[in-house]
C-alpha cells in the first residue's frame, strides 16, 4: 500500500507547502525555547488543478471534495483517522462585510506570495515545502532543532514579528478585519495563547472596528465563542479579556458584568468560562443565554457543560450556605434529574467554583463523602415494586415512602442496603404513610 502522498503528489509535478500553524509553532518553539505540540499539517498544493490532486490523492486514501469549488480538499489516508486539508492557492475578493461575503478564486498558477496576502496575520502567512512524509519531522524540534530560516516562504515579516512577539496583520488591518470581524477574535486568541502583543496598527484598527463583530451575530456566535472560550482556556487570558473587556467586545457577546480573575492553569474551562460570566448573579436564564449562543456547538464546550453553568445559576446559593452533609446531599438530589449518573462528578466541579469564590475546605469534604450516598429514590437498594407487594402499597404511597427512606439516608439514620430498608419498613411502615 503506498503511503507517501506528499511524495505522490511532488512525483506529478505538484509544489506542497506546509502553512499556517505548523510553520509558525515550529518557528516560536525554537525562538522562544517552548515545546508547543505541533498537531495538524495544512497544506497548500501548487501547479496541480484540482481533479489531478483528487485523482493523485484517492491512491493513498478517502478523499472528500467538501469545499471543492473553494479549491479545498479534505484526505484521510489509509494508515490514519485523521483528516489532512489540502488547498490550492487562491484569492479571495470581498463583496460585503462578512467572512462568507467573498468572491473566492482558487488558481493552481497563483504565486505563494499572492495566497498569502489574504491570511489574517504575518505569523500565519509563512510557509515551507515539502518533498515527502519524511519532510514533515523537520518541524519536530527534537529531530531539528535549529531552522534553516532560508528556505522558510516567508513574505510578510512574520519570522520576525515571531522573534518580536507582536501579532501583526498582512497588509492593512481594517480591510483584513472587514473581511471576515471574528480575525479580531482570532487576534486576542492567538496572541493569549502565543504570550503576543498585538502590533499597535492592528490593535488600533480593533479599536476603530471591533463593532463589524456585530455583523456575525447570531449567525456566526459558534465561530466566536470558539474563539473566546479559547482565550479563557490559556494561562494568559486576564491581559486579553480585560483589553476586550474595556473596548466592549465581551458586552458584544452578551457578558455585560465580567468578573477577570487569574485562575491557576489546572482549573476546568468551564469553572474559567463560569468564574467570567458569574451564572449565580444574572438575571436571565443561563441555559438559554448558552443555548442562543450555541455554546454546546463548539469545540471546547458541550451540551454537558452548558449544564453545569445551569446548576451554578440554580444552587449556588445553597451551597455556599451548606454547614452539613445534609445540605450539600439535599443539593445532590435536586441535580440528579439533569445529571443523572454524572451527578457527583457536577456537584464536584461547581463546589469547587463555590469554594473558588468563597473558600470552605468544609464544603469540599461534604462534597467527597456525597458520593457514597445515593442522589435520588431511584437508587434505593429497596425497589418500588417490593414496597407494593410485600406492604400492600398503592402507587402514590410508594414514592412517599421512598422519599423517607431517602432522608434518613442523608441523616445515616439508614443505610442504602436492601436488608436494612426491608427490615426499617416492616417496622416503621405504616408511621411513614402518616407523614
Known amino acids: 500500500m503506498m503511503t507517501d502522498y506528499i511524495d505522490g503528489l511532488c512525483s506529478v509535478g505538484g509544489e506542497v507547502y506546509v ?12 525562538i522562544h525555547e517552548t515545546r508547543k505540540k505541533i498537531k495538524d499539517f495544512d497544506y497548500v498544493v501548487r501547479l496541480l488543478d484540482t481533479e489531478t490532486i483528487i ?3 484517492k491512491e493513498y486514501g478517502i478523499v472528500k471534495e467538501v469545499g471543492k469549488a473553494f479549491g479545498v480538499i479534505l484526505f484521510t ?4 483517522e485523521d483528516s489532512i486539508e489540502f488547498a490550492l492557492p487562491r484569492t479571495e475578493i470581498s463583496t460585503g462585510s462578512g467572512y462568507r461575503d467573498f468572491i473566492v478564486s482558487p488558481d493552481h498558477n497563483l504565486p505563494l506570495i499572492d495566497d498569502f496576502s489574504r491570511r489574517d496575520a504575518t505569523i500565519n502567512a509563512i510557509g515551507f515545502r515539502v518533498y515527502n512524509k519524511d519532510d514533515l519531522k523537520l518541524f519536530d524540534i527534537s529531530i531539528n532543532p535549529e531552522p534553516s530560516f532560508g528556505k522558510f516562504i516567508d513574505p510578510f515579516g512574520g519570522i520576525s514579528d515571531i522573534k518580536k512577539k507582536l501579532w501583526k496583520c498582512v497588509g492593512d488591518p481594517t480591510k483584513r478585519f472587514i473581511e471576515d470581524p471574528n480575525r479580531i477574535m482570532r487576534a486576542f486568541r492567538q496572541s493569549a495563547e502565543l504570550e503576543l502583543i498585538i502590533e499597535k496598527s492592528t490593535f488600533d484598527a480593533i479599536k476603530s472596528d471591533y463593532t463589524l463583530i456585530n455583523g456575525l451575530i447570531p449567525g456566526s456566535y459558534v465561530r466566536l465563542f470558539n474563539e473566546l472560550l479559547r482565550i479563557v482556556k490559556s494561562n494568559t487570558s486576564c491581559t486579553y479579556l480585560d483589553m476586550m473587556n474595556k473596548l466592549g467586545i465581551l458586552s458584544y457577546l452578551g457578558i455585560k458584568d465580567a468578573k477577570i480573575m487569574k485562575l491557576d492553569k489546572d482549573i476546568s474551562l468551564t469553572i474559567k468560562f463560569a468564574v467570567l460570566l458569574s451564572p449565580e448573579n444574572m438575571t436571565e436564564n443561563i441555559k438559554e443565554w448558552g443555548n442562543l449562543r450555541q455554546i454546546g456547538a463548539t469545540d471546547n464546550f458541550s451540551p454537558y457543560c452548558v449544564n453545569i453553568l445551569g446548576a451554578i445559576q440554580s444552587h449556588y446559593n445553597d451551597l455556599n450556605v451548606a454547614n452539613s452533609l445534609y445540605d450539600v446531599l439535599r443539593v445532590c438530589e435536586k441535580m440528579y434529574k439533569t445529571f443523572g449518573i454524572n451527578t457527583h462528578d457536577a456537584l464536584q466541579q461547581i463546589a469547587s467554583y463555590v469554594n473558588l469564590l468563597n473558600y470552605n475546605p468544609k464544603l469540599m ?10 442522589c435520588s429514590i431511584s437508587q434505593l437498594e429497596l425497589d418500588g415494586h417490593t414496597i407494593m407487594n410485600k406492604w400492600d402499597v398503592e402507587g402514590a404511597h410508594v414514592k412517599i415512602i421512598k422519599e423517607t427512606l431517602l432522608t434518613l439516608i442523608f441523616k445515616d439514620e439508614l443505610i442504602n442496603d436492601f436488608d436494612v430498608l426491608e427490615k426499617y419498613c416492616d417496622i416503621h411502615i405504616n408511621d411513614m404513610l402518616k407523614l
Request: aromatic share 24%; charged share 20%; no cysteine.
Open 77 to 80: 489516508p489509509f494508515i490514519s
Open 55 to 57: 485523482r493523485t490523492l
Open 19 to 30: 502553512v499556517g500553524g505548523a510553520t509558525r509553532d515550529y518557528i516560536y518553539n525554537y
Open 365 to 374: 469534604q461534604y462534597t467527597k463523602e456525597a458520593k457514597f450516598y445515593p
